[in-house]
């Protein structure tokens, strides 16, 4: 019988200008597979997903299992926020809010 591996601590770059990379990450469990989902139908199964040309619809909370021998861990989320650069104060160099 296979154990249920620990939940993720997965994390990401936010905040994250429009336009910018998305990056998510979660330490690496051995054996694992990944299941990502977040919003705008994102899914992924990558352990460290990216994802390019962030937009406004992108933000939010991305969630995250581990499988090993079949069993999935609890999820464990990290939110996105975006920020658009022209939002920047006049001075701040499009400096993320």
């Known amino acids: 019988m296979n154990e249920v591996p620990a939940t993720p601590t997965p994390s990401s770059n936010s905040p994250v200008c429009i336009g910018s990379t998305i990056n ?8 694992a597979t990944y299941a990502w989902t977040g919003p705008n139908g ?3 199964a990558d352990q460290n997903p990216t994802i ?6 992108m933000a939010g ?3 995250v299992t581990a499988t090993v021998g079949g069993c999935a ?10 920020s658009d650069p022209r939002d920047a104060p006049a001075g701040s160099g499009g400096a993320v809010l």
């Open 73 to 82: 861990s609890p999820a464990s989320t990290t939110s996105v926020t975006e």
């Open 42 to 44: 994102f899914s992924s």
């Open 52 to 57: 390019p040309s962030a937009t406004v619809a």
């Open 24 to 31: 998510l990450s979660t330490p690496a469990v051995a054996g």
């Open 61 to 63: 909370t991305y969630s």
